[in-house]
């Protein structure tokens, strides 16, 4: 399979020249890149070239490349995931798209595959990627008042707000997190001969 995936690579560097930025085959699965301007043209071409046939998208995710090598990325911050597949060429095809600036912003792919409609309003929720022309880009798995976006790296652990309910308000009312953060140690058992002792009389060996 990795040599019909590393032809498959060449038909599209072939095909798509300048518009793809890197082509490869890792473990059996094939990536191409391709910048944020080709998007759309690129996506319609896999879906309906015969050599791609991508009549489907299985899944849309963001990606937070924030200190990402230990800080030596120097590429946009944020990135886009499409996973592909074409059920009459038995083939899945990833196509990757990087995007920056705050929010970052991406052409909607509603328009080639429309089963990418909560997908992408997943990123959005989870990532804050804005899909330009997404008829209904709203939050799908936090509350509509939520704050921030969750998947994001430097999103805080205990979050920004809390909800709670509010018998006077009868409503439920956001407040400023109330929980203090902690610090956990790992725990170590030290090289004690009370240790040693009890593992030999249950008959437990070390090592």
Known sequence: ?????????????????????????????????????????????LRDEADFACEEVMDV?????????????????????????????????????????????????????????????????LYGIVFAGHPDLRRILTDYGFIGHPFRKDFPLSGNVEMRYDPEQQRVIYEPVSIELRINQPRTIPDDHRYANRHKDEGVVDG
């Open 61 to 125: 995710c963001g990606v937070d490349y924030l200190d990402f090598g230990n800080g030596a990325w120097e590429g946009p911050r944020f990135a886009v995931a499409y996973q592909l597949i074409s059920l009459k060429n038995n083939h899945r095809i990833r196509l990757k798209v990087f995007v920056d600036g705050e929010p970052p912003i991406l052409d909607s792919v509603i328009g080639v595959w429309a089963g990418a409609n909560w997908y992408e309003r997943e990123a959005f929720d």
């Open 1 to 45: 399979m990795s040599e019909y995936y590393k032809n498959l690579a060449s038909k599209i560097r072939d095909r798509f020249g300048h518009a793809v930025s890197d082509c490869h085959v890792a473990y059996g699965e094939l990536t191409l890149v391709v910048d944020k301007v080709d998007l759309i043209d690129v996506a319609t071409a």
